[in-house]
Structures are given as structure tokens and as C-alpha cells.
């Protein structure tokens, strides 16, 4: 019996580190669920504000107002500030196509060794013209 002594120590030491990283896995695998799916909604989003970056004066004149690549650039990079990420922003062909990274901490797998995790988000758009 005394061969044993502080075996069990050993056991909660282990027990508990498990359950540490199935905890880490749990909410940090959530967080980065919840920061791909805003990563995807801000890329979306930057794209819609491309795709609607219409000429107004061409509009309120009752001329086709057609969205220039150039300005569809500019409406996507402003929003993408105003989210606070940085991202690239591409015109192909009819098409404004937005990217975005981002990183975030983590809160329990950092015990691990595994401190920030990085999710990408992918928004396209068709550019518009009203007439």
C-alpha cells in the first residue's frame, strides 16, 4: 500500500488537464465558428457595398449609372476600415471579389500551445448598373 502513495495525484493532474482541452476545444471551437461566420458576413457585405457603388449623377440625370471597377474598389476598402479588417479586394470581369483574414486569441487552448487561430472570409458581388 505504501508503493501507491500519490498515485491518485497523478490521475487528477492528467483528469484535469483533459478535461482543460475539451473545455479549450468546446469554447475556443466555437469562437472560431462565430469569427469565420463574421469574417464570411463582413467579406459579403464589403462586396454588396461594391456592387452598389453606383455614379448617383448619372442616376439623378436619368443616364445608365453604371459602377466603375475603380470606385467599386474604393466603396469595398471603406468598408472594410470601418469594420476595422484589411482584406483584397479584386474586379473580375462584372464581378467584385472580396477576401478577408482574421486573427483572434484563444482563451483555453493557449495551454496547449495553440494561441490564436485564423479564419478567412470570401464575398462576391455582381456590379450593377441602374438605369
Same mark, same amino acid.
Given at each position: 500500500?505504501? %508503493?501507491?502513495?500519490? *498515485?491518485?495525484?497523478?490521475? $487528477?493532474?492528467?483528469? *484535469?488537464?483533459?478535461?482543460?482541452?475539451?473545455?479549450?476545444?468546446?469554447?475556443?471551437?466555437? @469562437?472560431?465558428? $462565430?469569427?469565420?461566420?463574421?469574417?464570411? *458576413?463582413?467579406?459579403?457585405?464589403?462586396?454588396?457595398?461594391?456592387?452598389?457603388?453606383?455614379?448617383?449623377?448619372?442616376?439623378?440625370? %436619368?443616364?445608365?449609372?453604371?459602377?466603375?471597377?475603380?470606385?467599386?474598389?474604393?466603396?469595398?476598402?471603406?468598408?472594410?476600415?470601418?469594420?476595422?479588417?484589411?482584406?483584397?479586394?479584386? !474586379?473580375?470581369?462584372? @464581378?467584385? !471579389?472580396?477576401?478577408?483574414?482574421? *486573427?483572434?486569441?484563444?482563451?483555453?487552448?493557449? !495551454?496547449? %500551445?495553440?494561441?490564436?487561430?485564423?479564419?478567412?472570409?470570401? %464575398? !462576391?458581388?455582381? $456590379? $450593377?448598373?441602374?438605369?
Amino acid at each position: 500500500m505504501t %508503493g501507491e502513495r500519490g *498515485s491518485i495525484s497523478v490521475w $487528477l493532474v492528467a483528469l *484535469s488537464l483533459a478535461l482543460i482541452i475539451a473545455i479549450g476545444w468546446a469554447v475556443d471551437g466555437s @469562437r472560431k465558428a $462565430l469569427a469565420h461566420s463574421e469574417a464570411t *458576413s463582413v467579406a459579403e457585405e464589403a462586396a454588396r457595398a461594391a456592387g452598389q457603388a453606383l455614379r448617383l449623377q448619372a442616376l439623378t440625370a %436619368g443616364q445608365v449609372a453604371e459602377v466603375t471597377p475603380h470606385h467599386a474598389i474604393d466603396e469595398a476598402e471603406r468598408y472594410l476600415a470601418t469594420a476595422g479588417v484589411t482584406g483584397t479586394v479584386a !474586379v473580375q470581369g462584372n @464581378r467584385i !471579389v472580396v477576401d478577408i483574414t482574421i *486573427s483572434k486569441t484563444t482563451i483555453f487552448l493557449d !495551454v496547449i %500551445g495553440i494561441s490564436e487561430f485564423t479564419v478567412h472570409g470570401h %464575398g !462576391v458581388a455582381d $456590379l $450593377l448598373s441602374e438605369k
